[in-house]
């Protein structure tokens, strides 16, 4: 059964930073894309930032210049740096990897952390 145990999520003031880490276990696929949702209360999801096995990154706009995503593929971790946060970064992250086996992808989540962005 895969897992994905994230963490790092809390409180901060506006223009500080966090560190968001998300472990996947109990994986058999090769997992491709690793990356970051976030739901703002009253908002669709939307996807932050994305990272390939090869290291190839994609941000949304909002965020380019400020959050960073990484990963370690020994230890099938994906990792969001976010500095200089702001009050609309406010929002439960989520993190999702892809796994292929053969032909066959699977789409797992983490069960979210919060991020609070206070003034």
């Known amino acids: 059964q895969v897992q994905l145990a994230e963490s790092g999520g809390g409180l901060v003031q506006a223009g500080g930073s966090l560190r968001l880490s998300c472990a996947v276990s109990?994986?058999?696929?090769?997992?491709?894309?690793m990356g970051w949702y976030r739901q703002a209360q009253g908002k669709e999801r939307e996807l932050v930032a994305s990272?390939?096995?090869?290291?190839?990154?994609n941000y949304v706009d909002p965020v380019k210049g400020r959050f960073t995503i990484s990963r370690d593929n020994a230890n099938n971790t994906v990792y969001l740096q976010m500095n200089s946060l702001k009050l609309e970064d406010t929002a439960v992250y989520y993190c999702?990897?892809?796994?292929?086996?053969?032909?066959?992808?699977?789409?797992?989540w983490g069960q979210g952390t919060q991020v609070t962005v206070s003034s």
């Open positions: 999702y990897v892809e796994s292929w086996v053969a032909v066959w992808k699977s789409i797992y």
């Open positions: 109990g994986s058999r696929g090769t997992m491709t894309v």
């Open positions: 990272i390939t096995k090869a290291g190839t990154t």
